[in-house]
């Protein structure tokens, strides 16, 4: 088993070449910028990796692009593949960004990268440096590792309730909203049997409602997986609660 001490090493080597070479965008994707932006103004996207969603939204016709990761490495990849040099990619930290306040019109926190920030201050401060960066009336695309979404699947539930008798025992109080990677570039991962760090945190609906709305932020659409391959997303958490949630959790903003 390999030692890996958090997440920015989980990035950086097991996970590398899934997040530097992945193309295309996925159904979620194209429908949320479809949708939701706009091609023709400023737009950044956080935890770019190697590029992939700004390189398809400039074959889409987006023309102000910006992003950043903070493995450099991936910066990197994302500049070699980005021949035109027409994207500006920075190796920034999302917690704490160099950009002017107010500075874009439309921002993508995509691929759950605020759930793989280990500890909840940061978590809060990428959620606030998200809101300065963004220009009043700008929108903003958050997803998020679901919860609901892992507890009620058969296939997970005996693992959390394995995972729960472990802490028990140690005496630990962790929530288990804090999970271990199941898989390290597309094998499984056997240090999650033992409750390995680095954790990655999975959301609860109504609890990033209540962050997005105490930071500022307008929420205007809600949705997983099933409401965006539907295109019927949800306007509040209160209609959300009876459709079925699965994969990963999407809020859409305004400011």
């Keep these: 088993m390999i030692s890996i001490k958090n997440n920015k090493e989980v990035y950086s080597t097991v996970e590398f070449d899934t ?26 996207e956080a935890g770019t990796g190697g590029g992939r969603i700004l390189l398809e939204m400039r074959g889409l016709g987006f023309t102000s692009l910006y992003g ?11 500049k070699q593949k980005d021949r035109s040099q027409s994207i500006c990619f920075e190796v920034q930290d999302a917690t704490n960004l160099n950009y002017q306040s107010c500075y874009f019109d439309q921002i993508l ?21 998200a809101y300065r ?11 998020f ?7 009620s699947s058969l296939f997970y539930v005996p693992y959390l309730v394995y995972l ?4 028990k025992l140690r005496g630990s109080n962790r929530s288990l909203q804090y999970l271990p990677w199941l898989k390290h570039g597309g094998k499984i991962n056997w240090s999650a049997l033992i409750d390995a760090e680095p954790y990655v945190y999975w959301y609860k609906t109504k609890e990033v ?10 929420v205007v659409a809600i949705g997983s997986k099933t409401q965006m391959e539907q295109e019927k997303m949800h306007s509040s958490v209160e209609t959300l609660v009876n459709e079925p949630i699965t994969g990963m959790l999407t ?3 305004k400011k």
Excluded: H, M, W
Excluded at 145 to 151: D, G, K, T, V, Y
């Design 145 to 151: 590792l679901s919860f609901e979404a892992r507890s």
């Design 164 to 167: 729960s008798l472990i802490r």
């Design 133 to 143: 960066i963004l220009k009043t009336g700008g929108t903003a695309l958050f997803s």
């Design 251 to 253: 809020f859409v903003c």
């Design 19 to 44: 997040y530097a070479n992945r193309e295309n965008l996925n159904v979620s994707e194209k429908y949320l910028i479809g949708k939701f932006l706009n091609k023709n103004e400023k737009t950044l």
């Design 209 to 218: 409602d209540q962050i997005l709305k105490e930071i500022g932020f307008e």
């Design 109 to 129: 926190y995509l691929d759950q990268i605020i759930s793989s920030i280990e500890d909840e201050g940061n978590r809060l401060q990428t959620f606030k440096e």
């Design 68 to 78: 950043f990761d903070y493995v450099p490495e991936l910066i990197e990849r994302a």
